[in-house]
T-cell receptor, first 113, second 109 residues
Framework: DTEVTQTPKHLVMGMTNKKSLKCEQH?????MYWYKQKAKKPPELMFV???????INESVPSRFSPECPNSSLLNLHLHALQPEDSALYLC????????????FGEGSRLTVL | RKEVEQDPGPFNVPEGATVAFNCTYS??????FFWYRQDCRKEPKLLMS???SGNEDGRFTAQLNRASQYISLLIRDSKLSDSATYLC??????????FGTGTRLTVIP
């Protein structure tokens, strides 16, 4: 079982809705990530938080808004999404000093109608 | 040009076979490399890190050739449970991880 917990597992939302995806880890990792994955494609990096500060934003549209309330939690706030934003959203964390060793959550499967 | 490119596959091999996957990366500044596996509709999981000298973990061997910007993964004595998509990953900078498109492996009984 993964030690990174994501909720909800499935989310269906309309284009005018506001929703949030949540991610939690208790491994003491200090880097946390949001990835987006479409079917039969690799994960694409969206955001990286390092020591609770946003360190990478891969030119993600502002309708996606990340938040890192503390070292264990990572949120992704969603507003005015488009149908093409439908995808699996994966949260991951990595230990300090070992940035390539990611521990992924099971993902939140988002459908935008 | 993509940061990381892989054999598209799919690879369909019989149980017990040896199979090799290749991966090339375009950014010479990439400093670390990894292989992940992803089962259908599951999250990616780290399979192994790739060290300059090459490394082995049981039936799996990873090699890195910095001069050619090339990474490989060899799986010996394939098991049915090895069926998955194998993702090559390159780390550039502090936390910027680029995933290859993945190579799908199916091991046939």
């Amino acid at each position: 079982d993964t030690e990174v917990t994501q909720t909800p597992k499935h989310l269906v939302m309309g284009m005018t809705n506001k929703k949030s995806l949540k991610c939690e880890q208790h491994m003491g990792h200090r880097a946390m990530y949001w990835y987006k994955q479409k079917a039969k494609k690799p994960p694409e990096l969206m955001f990286v938080y390092s020591y609770e500060k946003l360190s990478i934003n891969e030119s993600v549209p502002s309708r996606f808004s990340p938040e890192c309330p503390n070292s264990s939690l990572l949120n992704l706030h969603l507003h005015a999404l488009q149908p093409e934003d439908s995808a699996l959203y994966l949260c991951a964390s990595s230990p300090a000093g070992v940035p390539g060793e990611l521990f992924f959550g099971e993902g939140s499967r988002l459908t935008v109608l | 040009r993509k940061e990381v490119e892989q054999d598209p596959g799919p690879f369909n091999v019989p149980e017990g076979a040896t199979v090799a996957f290749n991966c090339t990366y375009s950014n010479s500044a990439s400093q670390s490399f990894f292989w992940y596996r992803q089962d259908c509709r599951k999250e990616p999981k780290l399979l192994m890190s790739v060290y300059s000298s090459g490394n082995e973990d049981g039936r799996f061997t990873a090699q890195l050739n910095r001069a050619s910007q090339y990474i490989s993964l060899l799986i010996r004595d394939s098991k049915l449970s090895d069926s998955a998509t194998y993702l090559c990953v390159a780390l550039t900078g502090a936390n910027n991880l680029f995933f290859g498109t993945g190579t799908r492996l199916t091991v046939i009984p």
